[in-house]
């Protein structure tokens, strides 16, 4: 009963991060390597999707925002 356990992680509070919009376009811009976020639209599939994929890797950026940064639609930014 009285046991501890160094795997417990159920209890430990993690801070959620959130970035703003232009702190995000920054980041969009340059893992794009683009001059304005929108241009994500004229891009072949294959190559956006990529690039979406390491933008939702970063903490701190929802699909939501990318979205409304890129003019992308939620669902394909969750799809890609």
Known sequence: MNETSDN???????EQV???DE????LIQKNANVSTSQELQT???SERNAILREIKKIQ???TRQIARLTGISQS???RA
Do not use: F, P, Q, S
């Not at 417990?8 to 993690?14: I, P």
């Not at 702190?23 to 920054?26: I, K």
């Open 8 to 14: 417990d992680d159920c209890l430990e509070y993690k």
């Open 18 to 20: 959130t970035l703003k």
């Open 23 to 26: 702190e995000v376009r920054v």
């Open 43 to 45: 891009m072949k599939r």
């Open 60 to 62: 701190g950026i929802t």
């Open 76 to 78: 394909v930014i969750t």
